[in-house]
């Protein structure tokens, strides 16, 4: 019947720019996400226009933000190329130094001393890397559990408030006034709670706000578009808590293998500097040990000249990622402007509001 209904006002309209664009916007995840909003605000122009620019100040704001993140990255990651090219330098010079060396022990003597000196003190160098991505784990750890308790808090509010909404269809014992006012001392609580008023705080906010709506006590189905919006956004919020848990867990992976890398380096290292002092007390081992240092100062460079290729992979890929979400908030801007246009013309008529509500 709803079939029937869709396509008998869809052969009256058309021609409808307006019908069109609603047919548009049920083609996306986002623009049905646009669809189910306009739906519950019940042709109300100035809720749905302010729930679209709140959108578009949201999606501006996290644009800001990433090319904020990437600047300083790539600044980041410069600076770590940067180090690894001076040490590659370094490490080609000390080589270079040693093949000439070779054939004068009194010089030997000296160089070894010189490259014990080096040695700890790349070794310290390696112990202050090892603290700094300590506590820089240490940070990232403690801004993801905040958001994850965020994330919870979020939930939490959308299931009470999804249990209090049901009491008014069920049933409850509470009488709808009742309901009402428990709904509306919930609202408070959370905007206490959460008073940044930016993502998907913003979103919790607009869907309780809506369930404070006195009509839904005497309409089922606008009661049903409340719970189903509200359940849509505690799935987007499982999502998120979902990709967040498997970006921490990467930050992990990464960390424990960079320290691994450092220990590693810093056992060489060890090694290194208790064979050049006893290179010292032992002259007559010189060019043996001269042959030893340049094996390696090649190590050396070898290893830096991976952990170069290795920053420039990661710059790379985050530059691409920065790309393609840049790409798609334009695309979401552009479909929010078209629906900023639709609105500000004025309301829908009876037609465009029945074809809106029967659309999925």
């Known amino acids: 019947m709803k ?15 307006k019908i069109d664009f609603f047919m548009k916007l049920s083609e996306s995840d986002f623009g049905r996400t646009i669809l189910q909003t306009i739906q519950v605000q019940e042709n109300n122009v100035e809720r749905v226009l302010q729930f679209i620019r709140q959108l578009q100040v949201d999606i501006n704001a996290a644009q800001t933000e990433h090319t904020n993140y990437l600047q300083n990255r790539n600044g980041q990651i410069i600076q770590y190329i940067n180090e690894a090219d ?42 202050d890397r090892i603290a700094a ?7 990232n ?45 919930h609202h408070k609580k959370f905007i206490s709670r959460f008073p940044d008023r930016r993502g998907f705080n913003s979103l919790v906010s607009l869907s309780l706000a809506m369930a404070q709506d006195s009509t839904l006590k005497s309409d089922q189905s606008a009661l049903e578009r409340v719970v189903q919006v509200i359940e849509d956004l505690a799935d987007s919020l499982f999502q998120l808590q979902k990709q967040e848990m498997e970006a921490d867990d990467a930050r992990e992976a990464a960390f424990q293998q960079a320290i691994a890398r450092l220990e590693i380096a810093n056992q060489s290292l060890e090694g290194a500097v208790a064979y050049l002092h006893a290179q010292i007390l032992r002259l007559e081992q010189a060019l ?24 420039l992979s990661i710059q790379r890929d ?17 479909l929010l402007g078209e629906t900023e246009n639709v609105f500000v013309k004025g309301p829908l008529t009876p037609e465009q509001q029945q074809f809106l509500q029967h659309l999925k």
């Open 3 to 17: 079939l029937l209904v869709l396509l008998c006002i869809v052969s009256l309209t058309f021609a409808d720019p």
């Open 86 to 127: 001076k040490a590659l330098a370094k490490a080609q010079q000390q080589k270079a130094q040693d093949e000439a060396q070779l054939p004068l022990k009194e010089e030997e003597l000296n160089d070894k001393r010189a490259q014990g000196e080096s040695k700890f003190a790349e070794k310290q160098r390696n112990l």
């Open 133 to 139: 991505l300590t506590a820089e784990r240490e940070e």
């Open 141 to 185: 750890k403690k801004a993801y559990d905040q958001r994850r308790s965020e994330i919870v808090g979020l939930l939490a509010a959308l299931n009470q408030g999804k249990k209090l909404i049901q009491q008014i269809k069920t049933g409850s014992v509470f009488t709808q006034q009742e309901i009402f006012a428990e709904i509306e001392h």
């Open 288 to 311: 043996l040990e001269l042959q030893n240092d340049i094996n390696t100062q090649t190590q050396m460079i070898q290893n830096k000249k991976n952990e170069k290729a290795d920053w």
């Open 318 to 334: 985050e530059t691409k990622s920065y790309g393609k979400q840049t790409e798609n908030r334009k695309s979401q801007l552009d």
